[in-house]
């Protein structure tokens, strides 16, 4: 069947913030980050964001984009991904807002990202409100920006940190096709015996089955009748992740490959 499984934090900053800077129309804010600074340094998909923040009035339609950065620590380039959001439905004082990505990007390890949030349209009056640390920030892989030409140029605050949580999970396997056989005992003939896939991309567990019948001739080698291959881009249409378990089932006795 399927289910939900958890994402990993990785970046975070979320202590100490003592003001807020105002996101409306062409003035977009964004916060750096640096993977493994804090959290594991390791090759991930963002699944999803979250910033503390609120709205004043009604800011209207937003979106949260992830770049990359520039040699000068800014954001550059375009969206890795992004998700939309309806600025009316936040909260109208600070609280921790999650904002999840519908295709997520690869992050890569001792590498530098923006979080980059910006309305379409508000002012003063409708806008989005960032809570942020200027007073005595110690997130070290990363810092407040400011643009105000919609992200035409950006300016970097090194003595300001936006409220943020990062999150993801490992990236591991991608399409292709994997090889695994079995070593721990020797093929019964004319036995129909079981194959099981669960697989993830990251949300969502699923299983597949499948069974043969083994024919009837001697089993010189162990693992032989066990041997197969799996392509894992027919069989999802979705890239699984390295959390990837198959197993062999004969009667109720079940092997790990």
């Given at each position: 069947?399927c289910g939900?499984i958890?994402?990993?934090?990785?970046?975070?900053?979320?202590?100490?913030?003592?003001?807020?800077?105002i996101s409306y129309?062409v003035?977009w804010h964004?916060?750096t980050?640096?993977?493994?600074?804090?959290g594991n340094n390791?090759?991930?998909?963002i699944?999803?964001v979250k910033?503390k923040?609120y709205?004043?009035?009604?800011?209207g339609?937003?979106t949260?984009?992830?770049?990359?950065?520039?040699?000068e620590?800014?954001?550059?380039?375009?969206?890795?991904?992004s998700?939309?959001?309806?600025?009316?439905?936040?909260?109208?004082?600070a609280?921790?807002?999650?904002f999840?990505?519908p295709?997520?990007?690869?992050?890569?390890?001792d590498?530098?990202?923006?979080?980059v949030?910006?309305?379409?349209?508000?002012d003063?009056?409708?806008?989005v409100?960032?809570?942020v640390?200027i007073?005595?920030?110690?997130?070290?892989?990363g810092?407040?920006?400011?643009s105000g030409d919609?992200?035409g140029?950006?300016d970097?605050?090194?003595?300001?940190?936006?409220?943020?949580?990062?999150?993801g999970?490992p990236v591991?396997?991608?399409d292709g096709?994997?090889h695994?056989y079995n070593t721990?005992?020797?093929?019964?003939?004319?036995?129909k015996?079981?194959?099981s896939f669960n697989?993830?991309?990251?949300?969502?567990?699923c299983?597949?089955?499948?069974?043969f019948t083994?024919?009837?001739?001697?089993?010189r080698?162990?693992?032989q009748?066990f041997?197969f291959?799996?392509d894992?881009?027919?069989?999802t249409?979705?890239q699984?992740t390295?959390i990837?378990?198959?197993?062999?089932n004969?009667?109720?006795k079940?092997?790990?490959a």
């Amino acid at each position: 069947g399927c289910g939900q499984i958890p994402s990993v934090l990785y970046e975070r900053y979320i202590t100490g913030d003592t003001s807020t800077m105002i996101s409306y129309g062409v003035q977009w804010h964004a916060q750096t980050f640096t993977v493994g600074n804090i959290g594991n340094n390791e090759d991930h998909k963002i699944t999803h964001v979250k910033l503390k923040l609120y709205k004043v009035g009604s800011p209207g339609a937003m979106t949260i984009g992830i770049r990359l950065t520039d040699g000068e620590g800014k954001p550059t380039g375009n969206d890795l991904c992004s998700v939309d959001h309806a600025g009316n439905s936040l909260p109208s004082s600070a609280a921790w807002v999650d904002f999840a990505f519908p295709s997520p990007a690869v992050l890569f390890a001792d590498t530098q990202y923006a979080i980059v949030l910006r309305t379409a349209s508000g002012d003063a009056g409708n806008a989005v409100r960032w809570r942020v640390d200027i007073t005595s920030p110690t997130y070290a892989g990363g810092t407040e920006c400011g643009s105000g030409d919609s992200g035409g140029s950006w300016d970097a605050y090194p003595g300001n940190d936006f409220m943020f949580e990062e999150y993801g999970y490992p990236v591991g396997m991608t399409d292709g096709t994997y090889h695994a056989y079995n070593t721990s005992w020797v093929d019964t003939n004319k036995t129909k015996y079981w194959i099981s896939f669960n697989v993830t991309d990251g949300i969502d567990w699923c299983n597949e089955t499948y069974h043969f019948t083994t024919i009837d001739a001697e089993t010189r080698n162990p693992y032989q009748i066990f041997d197969f291959y799996f392509d894992c881009a027919n069989e999802t249409t979705r890239q699984p992740t390295n959390i990837f378990d198959y197993y062999f089932n004969c009667s109720n006795k079940s092997v790990r490959a």
